[in-house]
DNA sequence: CAAAAAATTGGAACCGTTCCCATCAAAAAA
DNA sequence: TTTTTTGATGGGAACGGTTCCAATTTTTTG
């Protein structure tokens, strides 16, 4: 079968010369003459000559390519991530392919698969929320292919990654509830597999105990990410014979899920429940009453786990971190007040 | 230099077999002897082999692989699509590379051939607002590599395509704000070169004849879609000397900048200015009031496009659309009614 | 102007896999 | 038992590029 792109043997047949010379002239080598390589390179335009990648990669051990792996990308949380990452990887003159899992672990398996057989020379991964075996991610670290995680680490892997302070930034969100007076405070924590749920559940129950305000376990509860358990959840919530006046969720969809339970059960935000959510996902502002949240620096973590990754693509010997301490990067998070925990004429007071 | 990845040759030289047969082996050859397959299965298995894709596409010139490109993917339409087509794709075994355009031109054509380089079986497209030459289209075409476009397709390419009706679509939402009782009509449309752009003004523009409202000027900007743009031309329209009553936004984004100024202004929606958008977002129930917008079947026109493309991959001669007519399927739409169109008492005794 | 040095080019190996063809062994048929 | 057919395996070319080394040409130098 013969294909209809151009080759290099093509080339050199046409000019009567050797396919090394084409290669010479095409990849810019110093010792081709100067009305050879001009030749080749019109010659090749005009055949539209494109480079097959497949028998770079193939002959060269190397790709110029990484491989960026999310849970999901319907919020914008992911989506601002890889806007990132291909910003500095682009500029780099790396290429950036994308795999989206649906939060399922099967996927996460299958498109590390893919990413490894395709010879990527680097991955970016957040895992997913079902994610609790991490073979898959070692593997790659055996054959060489460097992994940089951000937002959701493997919290018993030693790798290089890039997260923002979850605990302190739980922390500063629950002590703003109860600066506008909360007592009772519910949160809404996320599947125990996620570090994230770990870290702002300490921070929440820290900034209780800061402030003496006694923990209460019907108030807080873990759940899988779906909406339709935030809403069973919620109502729940809702219904305990001292319902909480404030609501701490994992995150803004969460949040905003939970939102929509309150105000059809007639309640007012934030008057007979403040709001907070995490990350400032663009709905945050859109959404009646604004929502409360912890801005993400959504596209400086996707640069700078790029660039952690571009680091250890440059290390001439690999770094081995089953010996050595793997570096991690930690960025700075923003408490965003809106209307659902202030009212708007105290907003505006500010 | 020696990659750390396991090849056939090692299962071949440690079993003291040809590789011929330990290909067959891994490939699901028939002709191979039980306990052969079962030693190489084995082998393989506990050496963690993974299978080079490189290799594999480069001497079969197929690579089990599609891309697809989209202009950008913040809001939550372009994402839905993708889900609809990994759907049915890793259904039929094939590998879905996305790529995001980020609404450039330039990494439009950059991707393009990134695409071509790693010499995937086939593209889903839709293009970015830029895009205005289609070369990087036809060169694609040239290679034998079917294209399947969907929302955003050039309207001088014969290519198969997945759309909705835009301009029945626009038709109703328009005849929608006539209805209410609206007659200075404002539309915000898009840049010129997306055929959406005019098929939607086309709408808009039958609707008001139809329902004898003459057609103002002064009430129709097309714009890039940047939201700097909306905030500038929505704020001239309102300062109009009797400005719009309604507005009909090329899409929710639109619609929802636009729902800012208006209400930075003090005005009230819809009893001042009645608002609709167009695809549906997921931020469209999420703003205040909620936008009535027109919903269009994304996950479906996701699946559809990856159907059609896999009816190209798999005819035997190549369709030439030089020649045949290219098909096109149109998936229905539906107008969703909030209150930035209809108070909520009046949309609660519908 | 011949010899040495430098620049340019060609040839061949290599990368991992598939696949066609040849070979050989085993099983079936004569 | 011999021949034919079938099944299992090995050998090697092909895929498109890079790269090292050798060969050739050109330039420089003594």
């Given at each position: 079968m013969k294909s209809k792109y151009t080759t290099i043997i093509d080339i050199a047949r046409q000019l009567n010369i050797s396919k090394s010379t084409v290669s010479r002239a095409l990849t810019g080598h110093p010792n081709v003459k100067e009305p050879t390589r001009k030749a080749v390179l019109e010659l090749a335009s005009s055949m539209e000559y494109q480079r097959n990648s497949l028998a770079l990669g193939f002959s060269k051990h190397t790709t110029n390519t990484i491989g960026i792996m999310v849970p999901e990308f319907m919020s914008t949380y992911f989506p601002s991530v890889i806007v990132g990452v291909q910003d500095v990887m682009q500029a780099a003159g790396y290429n950036v392919v994308i795999c989206q899992q649906n939060e399922s672990y099967e996927s996460e398996v299958s498109n590390m698969k893919l990413l490894l057989s395709y010879r990527v020379d680097g991955i970016i991964v957040s895992h997913t929320k079902e994610t609790r075996n991490f073979d898959h991610f070692t593997l790659a670290q055996r054959r060489g292919v460097p992994l940089v995680f951000f937002n959701r680490v493997p919290d018993d892997m030693n790798v290089p990654n890039v997260v923002v302070n979850d605990y302190e930034a739980a922390f500063q969100a629950v002590e703003h509830l109860i600066a506008i007076g909360r007592k009772r405070i519910a949160h809404l924590a996320g599947p125990e597999s996620l570090v994230n749920t770990r870290l702002r559940r300490q921070g929440y129950l820290d900034a209780l105990k800061k402030h003496d305000i006694p923990y209460n376990p019907d108030l807080v509860l873990s759940y899988d990410l779906t909406t339709e358990k935030v809403k069973i959840y919620m109502k729940h919530f809702l219904?305990?014979?001292?319902?909480?006046?404030?609501?701490?969720?994992?995150?803004?969809?969460?949040?905003?899920?939970?939102?929509?339970v309150v105000k059809a059960k007639g309640l007012r935000i934030p008057e007979d429940i403040a709001i907070v959510g995490f990350s400032n996902d663009f709905s945050a502002q859109l959404v009646y009453p604004g929502l409360t949240t912890v801005a993400q620096p959504?596209?400086?973590?996707?640069?700078?786990a790029a660039e952690m990754l571009l680091q250890e693509l440059k290390a001439k010997v690999k770094n081995d971190y089953t010996i050595k301490k793997a570096p991690t990067i930690q960025l700075p998070t923003k408490?965003?007040?809106?209307?659902?925990?202030?009212?708007?004429s105290k907003l505006r007071n500010k």
């Open positions: 219904d305990l014979a001292t319902p909480p006046d404030a609501l701490f969720a994992i995150n803004d969809p969460t949040a905003i899920a939970a939102m929509e959504t596209a400086d973590i996707g640069r700078t408490l965003i007040v809106r209307e659902s925990t202030v009212s708007p």
